[in-house]
């Protein structure tokens, strides 16, 4: 598990700038809420897989208990999927292009839809009523490469907790547009994995301080419950 280290002068600024609390969104409407897992799939989780981020696989629980109190509070789950692009050389080159070839094809392959790797951990609690979205991009809000967006605004969402893999690729890249898509944005402190306690921290931070509400597992559990009291809301 990352060791979590925020910034002590940046939680002191924040709470200053705002009338002495740390957390923006310590009050929710469970209903409006929908729990966004990024990316828990084979490729990335896996030993020896494509992708392997070690310390996914220790988030999992997290995650799961997650669900679990978003479940019981109303809200939705929704378990993204990265898949690998429909002419991907072409479209995504930008990306694609950095890698020799041997590995652009692993990472294609691994990704395709169907494959291996393509799918969800089957650790992960996924039950009937969650729902599964794919993506074509790091952002699961990148116009035309997933229909999150519309699956949410469906259901009238208007917060989000993130949580997945990677903290300092597809999961930021996500929070960052979710909240200029006007999402109020929670990010899991340790609920998310990178490779590394450095990058997860980097963006722990970047999202403290212009994007996101970071937020432990435990204190998630604590608002969705608190939520779940009369008159908790309104």
Not at 55 to 65: C, D, F, G, L
Request: contains cysteine; negative net charge.
């Amino acid at each position: 598990m990352h060791k979590i280290e925020i910034d002590p002068d940046l939680i002191a600024r924040l709470t200053a700038e705002r009338g002495g609390k740390l957390h923006i969104f310590d009050r929710l409407d469970p209903a409006r809420t929908a729990h966004v897992v990024i990316d828990m799939q084979n490729g990335f989780m896996a030993p020896g897989a494509p992708v392997e981020v070690p310390a996914a696989r220790e988030i999992v629980p997290h995650i799961n208990a997650i669900a679990d109190a978003v479940r019981q509070a109303g809200g939705m789950n929704v378990f993204v999927q990265f898949t690998t692009p429909a002419a991907a050389l072409e479209q995504w080159s930008s990306f694609y292009s950095r890698f020799p070839a041997e590995v652009r094809e692993a990472h294609q392959r691994a990704f395709a839809e169907g494959a291996s790797g393509w799918q969800l951990w089957p650790e992960l609690d996924v039950r009937d009523g969650d729902r599964v979205v794919q993506k074509g991009r790091f952002s699961a809000f990148t116009p035309g490469t997933s229909e999150l967006d519309a699956v949410l605004r469906a259901r009238d969402i208007d917060t989000l907790i993130i949580t997945g893999a990677l903290t300092n690729c597809c999961c930021e890249s996500t929070a960052r547009d979710a909240m200029q898509w006007n999402y109020r944005v929670i990010f899991a402190s340790d609920a998310n994995a990178a490779l590394s306690d450095r990058e997860h921290n980097a963006t722990l931070n970047n999202m403290c301080a212009l994007f996101a509400d970071v937020m432990s597992t435990d204190e998630i559990c604590e608002v969705l419950a608190s939520a779940m009291a009369p008159s908790a809301y309104w």
